[in-house]
């Protein structure tokens, strides 16, 4: 299994950003898949997730209104457009394939940094 994250970068408060996840080495389609965050000096926590067929989605409560995560399953590739951005929204993104709503395998993060 293999994630590629991209779309990090630099953005004022208030701006938006799409992360982008590609993933190789399984059925795409048949696995939930999500996103997750880690800001300097806290844990990993989560930020969204959605089913296989894109139909059952879940969000933080932090992300909620903000954040959407979708998928392309013709192209491998899952999601995460950001919002309405904060200072605390500051971190390094992953993606995941998960079992189901339990993150299995990580990809490398994409850092995002927002400024206020």
């Known amino acids: 299994v293999q994630l590629q994250a991209s779309g990090g970068g630099l953005v004022q408060a208030g701006g938006s950003l799409r992360l982008s996840c590609t993933a190789s080495g399984h059925t795409f389609s048949a696995y939930h898949m999500g996103w997750f965050r880690q800001a300097p000096g806290k844990e990993r926590e989560f930020v969204a997730a959605?089913?296989?067929?894109?139909?059952?989605?879940r969000y933080a409560e932090s992300v909620k209104g903000r954040f959407t995560i979708s998928r392309d399953n013709a192209k491998n590739t899952v999601y995460l457009q950001m919002n309405s951005l904060k200072a605390e929204d500051t971190a390094l993104y992953y993606c995941a394939k998960n079992a189901y709503w339990t993150p299995q395998y990580w990809g490398q993060g994409t850092l995002v940094t927002v400024s206020s």
């Open positions: 959605i089913s296989g067929s894109g139909g059952r989605i």
